[in-house]
C-alpha cells in the first residue's frame, strides 16, 4: 500500500490587510482525499488525525445525522489579516498533511493487531 497525499497551496493577497491560502488535495493514493476538518457550523478546525480519518464523514449532512460535530473535506481557504498569520497556517498546514500520511502508513504498516505472545 502506497499512501500519498498531494496538496496544491495557492497564497494570495487578497485586499488590505487580507492575505488568503487556500489548500486543495489533487491527488490522494490509497485514502481519502478528504483531510481537513470542519465543524457542523462550517468553521475550519484542523488538518485530519488518522483518528479523525475513520470517525468523521465525509459531508456536513452525515455528520449531523450521525450526532458528530464534525466532518471532512477536500480544500480549505483561510484568510488573515497579517502576512505571518496566513505564512504561519500556510506551512503548519503542510506539516499537517505529511504527519498524516507518516500515522495512516504506520497504521497500514500493521500497528492495529490483536495478539497474545507467550515466552
Do not use: C
Not at 72 to 90: G, L
Amino acid at each position: 500500500m502506497t499512501i500519498s497525499i498531494t496538496v496544491h497551496q495557492v497564497t494570495s493577497v487578497e485586499g488590505p490587510d487580507l492575505y488568503q491560502v487556500e489548500n486543495e488535495v489533487t491527488v490522494a493514493t490509497d485514502v481519502s482525499d478528504h483531510i481537513f476538518v470542519f465543524n457542523t457550523d462550517d468553521v475550519f478546525s484542523h488538518v485530519a488525525t488518522a483518528y479523525d480519518m475513520t470517525t468523521f464523514p465525509l459531508t456536513k449532512a452525515l455528520a449531523i445525522t450521525a450526532g458528530l460535530a464534525f466532518y471532512r473535506a477536500s480544500s480549505v481557504i483561510k484568510t488573515y489579516n497579517t502576512i505571518p498569520d496566513a505564512a504561519n497556517f500556510a506551512d503548519h498546514s503542510l506539516q499537517r498533511v505529511d504527519e498524516l500520511v507518516s500515522e495512516l502508513k504506520t497504521l497500514a504498516a500493521g500497528f492495529i493487531h490483536d495478539i497474545t505472545h507467550t515466552i
